[in-house]
T-cell receptor
Framework: GAGVSQSPRYKVAKRGQDVALRCDPISGHVSLFWYQQALGQGPEFLTYFQNEAQLDKSGLPSDRFFAERPEGSVSTLKIQRTQQEDSAVYLC??????????????FGPGTRLTVT | KNEVEQSPQNLTAQEGEFITINCSYSVGISALHWLQQHPGGGIVSLFMLSSGKKKHGRLIATINIQEKHSSLHITASHPRDSAVYICAVTMDSNYQLIWGAGTKLIIKP
């Protein structure tokens, strides 16, 4: 079956533009995560959804970042008034369930955002 | 001190060599993950383990819960194994992944 897909794969935005990044998780996966990975760094947690509920958005760096998953499947990460420091790879991951013994996250290919 | 530490940071080896990458952690965990990231590519989950040992092809992952240590081994390494290998843990009390800094592996033909 298909894995996690993300679009676009690459996005160049001018400073101040709004961007929308899409994530299609594996069908039936309950949990969805967004991560931000700056160049040469490890991924940093942004936000977490369980179905359509955004249970944790503590990692969103500012109020310019907004994520939604209205029907509990596809998710969109929106960044308003992009800044150069927003340049990074944005990774989406999904998992079937959130179990007490940990869970396996399946990652998408990422969207590389470059803000000029 | 980082909660998840990997070593070495960089590793260059010849094709065919046996590779070991180490991961130590300082928090209580429910699972440990080994992931692979190719340059410019997305992240692929290799293993998730909470005890013992797992094997998949030429890859072997082990974990010692008492010592809070895990190793990833690659047997008969090949240039296509060149990638960044990341250790990450899921804490007992939290669903978030805590990431190690990664090990950049280069296998020369």
């Amino acid at each position: 079956g298909a894995g996690v897909s993300q679009s676009p794969r690459y996005k160049v935005a001018k400073r101040g533009q709004d961007v929308a990044l899409r994530c299609d998780p594996i069908s039936g996966h309950v949990s969805l995560f967004w991560y931000q990975q700056a160049l040469g760094q490890g991924p940093e947690f942004l936000t977490y959804f369980q179905n359509e509920a955004q249970l944790d958005k503590s990692g969103l760096p500012s109020d310019r970042f907004f994520a939604e998953r209205p029907e509990g499947s596809v998710s969109t990460l929106k960044i308003q008034r992009t800044q150069q420091e927003d340049s990074a790879v944005y990774l989406c991951a999904s998992s079937l369930v959130l179990g007490q013994r940990g869970y396996e996250q399946y990652f998408g290919p990422g969207t590389r955002l470059t803000v000029t | 001190k980082n909660e998840v530490e990997q070593s070495p940071q960089n590793l260059t080896a010849q094709e065919g060599e046996f590779i070991t990458i180490n991961c130590s952690y300082s928090v209580g965990i429910s699972a440990l993950h080994w992931l692979q990231q190719h340059p410019g590519g997305g992240i692929v989950s290799l293993f998730m383990l909470s005890s013992g040992k797992k094997k998949h092809g030429r890859l072997i992952a082990t974990i010692n819960i008492q010592e809070k240590h895990s190793s990833l081994h690659i047997t008969a390494s090949h240039p296509r194994d060149s990638a960044v290998y990341i250790c990450a843990v899921t804490m007992d009390s939290n669903y978030q992944l805590i990431w190690g800094a990664g090990t950049k592996l280069i296998i020369k033909p």
